[in-house]
């Protein structure tokens, strides 16, 4: 792990990883739509249920970002690794911009299926929180006049929001919501015709390689911004 601290050791595999995480992107995306256009309407939601290959990713990468944050978070505090925060700060507007995606759709979604834009139900209440968390973790970062103690709150509070994962995840088998149990990630296999999990499973991967993409982009970003806070540092003094 701390191997990749090394500022230039990191940017030399971000140059490696960024060509084939591009093209991943360039090629699994269109692939991914047109076998989702190509895909059956399904017999109780018609073409609607369409809008389960950009909603389900984007729901996944959600709570997925949210989890990595949360890990980034503990090494941060635990190990102090120089570039775990880096991370955590970079990765927090992606997983929002998921988490806004997968909130909108779902509301698209829901309306020809449930008759209403928004109930308060379990699942969404739970996701809403999730947008909030990503909101205050971006916050706390720019909260503090020092950085270091923006950090460590911004650590803090994804700690401490991670708890919200399980909640999201099980919402479902705890409480009496209007969403439908897991189809995917089940014992007993999934329940989801083939046709219909072969694009979701392409639609799956190029949302994580998108993520790959703007992730190291940001942490680039974010280490430029360092470095030239260092030469501002060095003329002042």
């Known amino acids: 792990m701390h191997r990749f601290a090394n ?3 990191f940017q030399r595999l971000s140059r490696r990883l960024m060509p084939w995480l591009v ?3 360039l090629l699994l995306f269109p692939v991914g739509l047109l076998l989702a256009f190509l895909a059956p309407a399904d017999y109780q939601q018609g073409l609607s249920v369409r809008i389960m ?6 729901a996944w990468m959600a709570l997925q970002v949210y989890a990595l944050i949360a890990i980034a978070s503990a090494v941060a505090l635990i190990w102090r690794h120089p570039l775990a925060d880096l991370f955590a700060k970079s990765a927090s507007p992606i997983g929002a911009a998921f988490t806004a995606m997968a909130l909108a759709t779902g509301s698209l979604w829901g309306k020809p299926m449930w008759g209403a834009w928004w109930v308060w139900d379990a699942r969404l209440t739970s996701m809403l929180i999730l947008f909030f968390l990503y909101l205050g973790h971006m916050l706390l970062f720019t909260a503090f006049d020092d950085r270091v103690r923006g950090q460590r709150a911004a650590a803090v509070l994804a ?3 991670a708890i919200n994962l399980p909640i999201i995840k099980f919402s479902v088998n705890w409480w009496n919501t209007l969403h439908q149990p897991a189809s995917i990630f089940r014992w007993g296999g999934p329940t989801v015709d083939s046709s219909m999990l072969w694009p979701l499973g392409v639609m799956a991967i190029a ?3 998108y993520f790959g993409v703007t ?3 940001g942490m680039r970003a974010e280490l430029l911004e360092a470095r030239l806070r260092a030469l501002q540092y060095g003329r002042a003094a």
């Open 53 to 58: 290959y950009i909603h389900v990713p984007s």
């Open 159 to 161: 700690l401490v929001g």
């Open 207 to 209: 949302f994580n390689a």
């Open 7 to 9: 500022p230039a050791r």
């Open 215 to 217: 992730l190291l982009l």
């Open 23 to 25: 093209g991943a992107c």
